[in-house]
């Protein structure tokens, strides 16, 4: 098996009105453990982390997201499907172009991913959140 360590650029994206962090639900299949992360994905060849959130918000549910800066960078290691894996992500926060996104309780899914999407409340600590170490970027 090949081992690579994947670039990943994840949207830090809050709520103005309470702080809610935005996040998509998943579960490990191997272990059923949930956890719930900041949209994103993987950066292509020649692409901006900054660009891959606003491409991957616009693939995952079609809304138009503004990033504003990168807040951090957090080298990843861990397991999910009962294998290991080594990422290093990029944090950027960013707005919703249209305001009334922040009214919605959940979000709509567009690309076939089995995950929700929804507002996690500040100081929340179950389901766990990841990657390991992103709390020391999130401010309320």
């Known amino acids: 098996m090949l081992r690579v360590i994947r670039v990943i650029a994840l949207g830090i994206v809050r709520r103005p009105s309470d702080?809610?962090?935005l996040v998509e639900q998943g579960r490990d299949p191997s272990d059923g453990r949930v956890f719930q992360r900041p949209l994103g994905g993987?950066?292509?060849f020649r692409?901006?982390?900054a660009r891959t959130v606003e491409r991957e918000f616009m693939e995952e549910m079609r809304l138009s997201l503004r990033?504003?800066?990168i807040v951090g960078v957090i080298?990843?290691?861990?397991r999910f499907e009962g294998e290991e894996a080594h990422?290093?992500?990029f944090l950027h926060a960013g707005k919703f172009?249209?305001?009334s996104v922040y009214k919605l309780d959940s979000l709509p899914r567009f690309d076939g991913v089995d995950a929700s999407i929804l507002w996690r409340p500040p100081n929340t600590s179950d389901?766990?959140?990841v990657p390991q170490g992103i709390d020391r970027y999130l401010t309320t």
Not at 75 to 78: K, R, S
């Open 87 to 89: 990422e290093i992500v």
């Open 67 to 69: 990033t504003t800066g």
């Open 127 to 129: 389901p766990m959140l």
């Open 75 to 78: 080298e990843n290691v861990f």
């Open 42 to 44: 993987a950066v292509e």
């Open 97 to 99: 172009a249209d305001p």
């Open 19 to 21: 702080g809610a962090l």
């Open 47 to 49: 692409e901006s982390s």
